[in-house]
């Protein structure tokens, strides 16, 4: 019977003494990138727009063509015609391009007179770590829009982040 006691004793001491913890070595890793950035190197304008007895629209196309509709352009004497651009630094990494719905212009001899530009596009001219972008977008102008020149030194934000 003593035999059979000690065993049991045993036995018990034996579980009593069993492995209640474990730990692992885990290894830990992080891949710091640069920040993106964007600079804008040109702002964007329409040019001279002849206005007429109807609404219109001026279309100016990231490549910096432009087409007229209700309106006319003049060819002879253009002005300044430039889409937007700015240049976007993002290492290899993919991006979002956030355009504003639409922007308002005012007149800067009469305030109450303002054009609307909306229906922004973007071309991005791929390269590895930097991206030119191009900015265009539609002008609308009221019949017998009122003369003058349309700005706004606020700006429209272009905002770019990693997807």
């Known amino acids: 019977m003593r035999k059979y006691i000690f065993i ?3 036995l018990i001491g034996f579980s009593a003494s069993a492995q ?3 730990s692992a070595s885990v290894n830990s890793r992080a891949t710091v990138i640069d920040p993106i950035q964007i ?3 040109v702002d964007l304008d329409f040019g001279n727009i002849i206005s007429a007895y109807n609404p219109g629209q001026v279309i100016l196309s990231p490549d ?3 087409v007229a509709y209700g309106v006319q352009i003049s060819n002879t004497i253009p ?4 889409p937007a651009e700015a240049i976007v630094t993002h290492g290899n990494n993919n991006y979002a391009i956030t355009l504003p719905e639409q922007f308002t212009l005012y007149n800067q001899e009469n305030p109450n ?3 609307i530009i909306d229906q922004f596009t ?14 265009g977008g539609t002008l609308n102008l009221e019949a017998n829009q009122t003369s003058g020149f ?10 770019v982040s990693y997807n």
């Open 79 to 82: 002005g300044t015609v430039n």
């Open 150 to 159: 349309y700005t706004n030194s606020s700006g429209f934000n272009v905002t």
């Open 8 to 10: 049991l004793l045993s």
């Open 64 to 66: 910096g063509s432009r």
């Open 113 to 115: 007179q303002v054009l």
């Open 122 to 135: 973007v071309l991005p001219q791929e390269g590895n770590v930097i991206d030119i972008i191009k900015i």
């Open 20 to 22: 209640n913890s474990a």
């Open 39 to 41: 600079d804008k190197t």
